[in-house]
């Protein structure tokens, strides 16, 4: 289903991908040459960390043995230079150089196939002016590349980014080598008669056709560069009926043309289709050209993008709720077939192994994002209302100091797979809020809502947990809360606003009830006397109404953490329900 769906991804974005056989690749660096092979400079087309991107012929595969790409590729290739070339000079260890003379040795093996390669070429289009004049560059300073080039103006740059790719310009010319179209249009047409080819029905399109042997790589963050999501094993368990390799699972090479081509145009650097989060590449798509699927990978990664730019990381969260009520109510049309797809990708040795994988329709995914925002969404009584929650609010909410990047490490994963899921939230991101308000004695919005949200969806038996306060809500953590907010406001009232129990007693109160409340409530007592007869009589009976509903047996000697998150959650609401009575008072006077 994967492969599948990324096939279709590439013929759904039709004229933005690259004809079979290209591939959109940076190119940092390019060595200028004139017609007659004459080295003339290195020219960096770096801006930064970025490098222009040029169509080129496609990424080839490789193993073991060189294999050079089609008229571009890295320094080791073109000029058969590395970190090594010049690192071994200044080297004095034996064993340091030793290991260092091994890597060099294969870099002089990986040149010889380019320049291998550029003779093939010749010899396929004798007459092209361009690739003789390559073919004249290698004859002139082949065995003094490295002290030719390293006398340039840009030979630092190079040497902090020899792992780029390079490629070659005629002089006066406005197009690189290598993405010349006369060229690549005869070298990707011909037909290669060396290699026996094997015709099979392809597993994704189940149509005849020439079997790959290796799929292109698909380099992620913390991969080789060299690193697939397809590759094929000999003696490894995974041959039948006397099939080897990718003739026991065939996929044509214009299917995995398509499927790789597609999965790198999503994986590209300025890609709204993906985010990172630690060493796990998230990657979305939907499978229609519907404005209701655009709009649904546009929000989507405004939801879920983990390191925001923006100052106010909930700016966009407003309208992303809006697309997903549109869609699921039908108001922005969308067809029952229309899916969408989430693929999460992480480095793994040699390959990219597939961690995550979900697919649903368009409008049971907007159904499981709306849910998200029901269950997060609780009482706000502040000036500028912000009730909508990403991943990375949700995320600081539950770190020292709002750092959202300090977050640990599988708890962003694990969140959304529950928000795209519509599981219960992690236990880990409960109890990292809990924690959070313990120590900094701090209920704000973001945490009560990932409270109410995370118990909301335990469906433990318990009675739902409202967005404003619920007088009917019987549960003993609850009451509790709600007493320890009634309590603090008392003394709030008595005390102008200055400190108040919560610093003192709210960790104790929310653990074990039974062994703080007697105390507090004889400190109310003298609360009240400093108050008017009118808030004595107000606040007497919200704390009467509330203890009535208390046990029998009086206060719950432990509350276990699910009950101290409700507990936090009374203390919310009451808390919030005494700043929308105060604002209605003011109204009325």
């Known amino acids: 289903m994967i492969l599948k769906a990324l096939y279709d991804y590439y013929d759904r974005m039709g004229s933005k991908m690259p004809m079979q056989g290209l591939e959109e690749k940076e190119i940092s660096f390019v060595i200028v040459i004139d017609k007659d092979g004459n080295f003339k400079r290195i020219e960096n087309r770096m801006n930064g960390k970025e490098s222009p991107k040029f169509l080129v012929a496609k990424t080839v595969g490789r193993t073991a043995n060189p294999l050079a790409n089609l008229l571009w590729d890295n320094f080791s290739y073109v000029l058969g230079v590395s970190k090594e070339t010049y690192s071994i000079e200044s080297e004095e260890d034996a064993t340091k150089k030793q290991r260092l003379q091994r890597v ?226 039908g108001k922005l049309i969308n067809s029952l077939d229309d899916k969408f797809y989430f693929l999460g990708l992480a480095p793994n040795i040699g390959r990219i192994a597939v961690v995550y994988w979900n697919e649903s329709s368009l409008k049971d995914f907007s159904g499981k994002i709306l849910k998200h925002f029901n269950d997060m969404e609780i009482v706000d009584t502040r000036k500028e209302k912000k009730p909508y929650f990403g991943l990375h609010q949700m995320m600081a909410n539950v770190t020292l100091g709002g750092k959202s990047s300090d977050v640990q490490p599988n708890l962003p994963e694990a969140t959304i797979k529950s928000i795209i899921q519509g599981i219960p939230y992690p236990y880990t991101l409960y109890s990292a809020c809990i924690r959070r308000i313990r120590a900094e004695q701090e209920l704000n919005i973001g945490r009560a809502a990932i409270i109410k949200a995370y118990l909301n969806r335990l469906n433990n038996n318990e009675k739902s947990l409202e967005i404003m306060l619920d007088k009917e809500n019987k549960n003993q953590g609850y009451l509790c809360g709600r007493l320890f907010a009634t309590l603090e406001r008392l003394q709030e009232g008595s005390n102008n606003g200055k400190s108040t129990i919560r610093s003192r007693y709210m960790n104790a109160a929310s653990a074990t009830p039974a062994a703080v409340f007697p105390t507090l409530l004889n400190l109310s007592v003298h609360h009240e006397e400093k108050l008017d007869k009118g808030m004595q009589i107000f606040m007497e009976k919200i704390k009467r109404e509330i203890i009535d509903k208390l046990s029998a047996n009086g206060f719950p000697n432990h509350l276990d953490l699910n009950n101290q998150g409700r507990f936090m959650i009374g203390y919310y609401h009451q808390r919030q329900d005494f700043y929308t009575s105060k604002k209605e008072d003011n109204v009325e006077q």
């Not at 792992?163 to 197009?175: A, P, Q, R, T």
């Not at 005849?208 to 490894?236: D, H, N, W, Y």
Request: net charge neutral; with cysteine.
């Open 104 to 329: 060099i040795e294969k870099n002089v093996k990986s040149h010889k196939t380019f320049v291998e390669s550029i003779q093939s070429i010749k010899k396929i289009i004798p007459e092209n002016k361009d690739i003789l004049a390559i073919d004249k560059f290698y004859g002139k300073y082949e065995g003094d590349l490295y002290n030719l080039l390293k006398e340039d103006v840009e030979w630092a740059s190079v040497i902090k980014n020899i792992n780029k790719n390079v490629s070659f310009l005629i002089e006066g010319d406005m197009e690189i080598v290598a993405q010349k179209k006369e060229i690549l249009d005869k070298l990707l047409n011909k037909e290669d008669d060396n290699e026996a080819k094997q015709s099979q029905y392809c597993l994704v399109t189940g149509e005849k056709g020439e079997v790959t042997r290796l799929f292109s790589s698909t380099s992620i963050l913390g991969s080789q560069a060299t690193a697939s999501v397809i590759s094929f094993q000999k003696k490894m368990g995974f041959d039948s009926y006397g099939k080897e390799q990718c003739y026991n699972a065939p996929i044509s090479v214009s299917a995995e043309f398509k499927i790789t081509t597609a999965l790198n145009y999503m994986l590209r650097r300025d890609s709204r289709n993906k985010f990172i989060i630690g060493n796990r590449t998230f990657v979305f798509w939907a499978s229609s050209n519907s404005e209701a699927a655009k709009q649904t990978e546009e929000s989507l990664y405004s939801l879920l993008t983990f390191a925001s730019n923006e100052n106010d990381p909930n700016k966009r969260i407003q309208f992303v709720v809006g697309v997903f009520k549109s869609i699921y109510s």
